[in-house]
């Protein structure tokens, strides 16, 4: 599987989940703005996933931020593949 990071410009990125002959989905957009933080404004890439109605702040840094994104998309398939039929 490869998650996928294309520049729309320089502060938007659409995220995709390409796993191989199964299925290509857009995961959602990374966004780079300023983000309210218990008062302070801070800039952060904030990651708005399609098939939800809430964002994910992350870092300051566009590569962390993505390395980060690609290990929790990573894990939530492994996870997800290793408890199939586990109910």
């Known amino acids: ?3 996928n990071f294309i520049e729309d410009d320089e502060k938007t990125y659409s995220v995709e989940i390409d796993n191989g002959e199964e299925f ?7 966004i ?6 218990g008062g302070e404004k801070i800039d952060a890439w904030v990651l708005w996933p399609a098939d939800w109605d809430d964002a994910v702040t992350y870092f300051d840094d ?3 931020t993505k390395e980060s994104i690609k290990d929790e998309i990573t894990d939530y398939f492994k996870d997800l593949e290793e408890t199939k039929g586990d109910f």
């Open 24 to 30: 290509t989905k857009t995961y959602g957009k990374l």
């Open 1 to 3: 599987m490869k998650i």
């Open 32 to 37: 780079y703005t300023k983000y309210n933080y």
């Open 62 to 64: 566009l590569e962390e």
